[in-house]
């Protein structure tokens, strides 16, 4: 099927490709590559694209590519390639336990997997596996894949790739300091992939900022998103709308009640994998809230 004869939306499922070992230095010093999961084709960079429905044996669901996307604990892999499971020695005691969420799956590259459709088990690659981290690059027969965010943890990076006009960014990280450290690699990776610039400044980030005084009083920010521009190769423009978990004025009162109760929101650990009731209900009303905001300014190009 022609992707013009799909129904929209097209789903791009993000994951990271280890490459610890892999045989380019950009790889090998990022710890793997952006691998792709979507209805169409499924691949890499480093390792090339394939038909999905020849990808892992035609089982790929969009279950599992979802799952595979947030397997975010997982041996040799960190976010954007950096932490303590980066770790060899840590790493190896992982996977000798099992204690990693990645999932196994043949290389698309049909030069260096000639028998796409065998798929890998407790004997292939079963304990290797495990001890020999050396195997883990663009060459091996089978690859192994984790959170997307041990890459690009904004999931904008494909979309940069085909320079969309309009590009809407959800940025929920654990950021209580304001690092964006999220931001901050897919910026990098934009200017050193792509050679696209997303036209951010220090000021721009101020606005997004609130602050919390000792006697508890809120500093709330200016904004819970702003507008870039983003300069493409060759002259090509586009749109970038940033939105931040954030607090801002003219909250409803359930969500000031929970911001009182719960001192870390927006901003809880991301250990915390099963939200309540009041938890969930918290960051919809909050990201429906900001979202509104966007969807009623008008310097915002939304067609």
Not at 72 to 89: E, H, W
Request: aromatic share 10%.
């Amino acid at each position: 099927m022609q992707p013009q004869q799909r129904d929209m939306p097209y789903h791009i499922i993000n994951s990271n490709l280890i490459l610890v070992a892999s045989n380019i230095a950009k790889f090998r010093g990022r710890g793997g590559d952006n691998f792709i999961l979507s209805p169409l084709y499924c691949g890499s960079n480093a390792t090339g694209w394939r038909n999905t429905q020849s990808f892992a044996g035609n089982s790929l669901t969009l279950p599992t590519a979802v799952a595979i996307s947030g397997a975010a604990a997982n041996s040799d892999s960190g976010v954007a390639g950096n932490g303590l499971t980066m770790n060899p020695i840590l790493s190896t005691i992982m996977s000798i336990f099992n204690l990693r969420l990645g999932y196994w799956a043949a290389n698309p590259d049909p030069q260096r997997n000639k028998y796409p459709r065998c798929q890998p088990s407790y004997l292939i690659p079963g304990f290797n596996g495990v001890l020999y981290r050396h195997k883990l690059n663009e060459e091996a027969r089978f690859i192994q894949l984790s959170d997307g965010g041990h890459f690009e943890n904004l999931a904008v990076y494909e979309l940069l790739r085909r320079q969309c006009k309009f590009i809407v960014c959800c940025d929920a990280e654990q950021d209580a300091d304001f690092k964006f450290e999220g931001l901050g690699n897919l910026l990098e990776k934009a200017r050193v992939d792509f050679g696209s610039e997303i036209q951010i400044s220090d000021s721009d980030l101020q606005q997004l900022k609130y602050s919390k005084d000792a006697q508890g009083n809120i500093s709330y920010a200016t904004s819970g998103y702003l507008l870039a521009e983003i300069n493409y190769p060759h002259g090509a423009k586009g749109h970038f709308l940033y939105i931040k978990t954030t607090l801002v004025k003219h909250l409803p009162a359930d969500l000031v009640a929970y911001k009182s109760a719960q001192p870390d929101f927006p901003d809880e650990s991301t250990l915390d994998q099963f939200f309540d009731e009041k938890q969930m209900e918290a960051y919809r009303l909050l990201g429906m809230q900001i979202a509104q905001n966007a969807l009623n300014d008008s310097r915002i190009p939304w067609a």
